[in-house]
């Protein structure tokens, strides 16, 4: 398989409803054999995607993380696919509990991203910035969440340095309002 990869990292273009980022949107490609690391963030950094914090409590207490990599998988059974650093403390602890929820956050709710973000932040402290609540089947949820999904764990797929978490929908729910947007490597919302 060969690889185009830019010769030099342009600005990204603006998607409609996002603020405009300048530069070039043509760049000349170089081929690549296989891309490093950083090449192949550049080349994601494309990719929008909306914000989520993923929560999960049980015996050894509650945890949560910032995620993009959170997509729907199927309607039938229902289930949503996440993807969690197989270092992330959240992930373990997400798998000793067997729950998790997925926190899909409003625009106005960056300063809630960040905080769950922090690996200098603890537990404790992160859910000290967001009003939560436990749903009767035990999901932990941000309040003010734009929509929210309880699931239990179905499986797990190892992904590279990354685990592969399907979770099967047990209770859902949204508001309206509009989504936060990760994409060029910074915190976008819609027009």
């Known amino acids: 398989m060969t690889w185009r990869v830019p010769t030099a990292l342009p600005p990204l273009p603006a998607l409609p409803g996002l603020a405009a980022l300048s530069g070039p949107a043509d760049t000349p490609t170089a081929v690549c054999p296989r ?13 929008p995607a909306g914000v989520s914090v993923i929560t999960t409590d049980g015996p050894l207490g509650p945890a ?12 039938d059974p229902p289930l949503v696919l996440v993807c969690l650093a197989n270092r992330s403390r959240t992930l373990a602890r997400l798998l000793d509990h067997g729950t998790f929820a997925v926190n899909v956050l409003r625009q106005d ?25 436990h749903e009767a089947d035990g999901a932990l949820i941000l309040d ?15 992904g590279g340095d990354h685990m ?28």
């Open 35 to 47: 891309p490093s690391a950083q090449e192949f963030r550049d080349v994601l950094a494309h990719l």
């Open 109 to 133: 709710q960056e300063h809630i991203a960040r905080k769950f973000a922090d690996p200098d932040t603890g537990g404790h402290n992160r859910f000290a910035a967001a009003a939560h609540r």
């Open 144 to 158: 003010d969440a734009l929509a929210w999904l309880s699931c239990r764990v179905e499986e797990t797929h190892p």
């Open 164 to 191: 592969i978490v399907t979770g099967r929908i047990r209770a859902l729910g949204h508001t309206h309002s509009r989504p936060l947007i990760w994409y060029a490597r910074r915190f976008n919302s819609l027009a």
């Open 64 to 75: 949560g993380m910032t995620a993009s990599a959170v997509c729907s998988l199927s309607m």
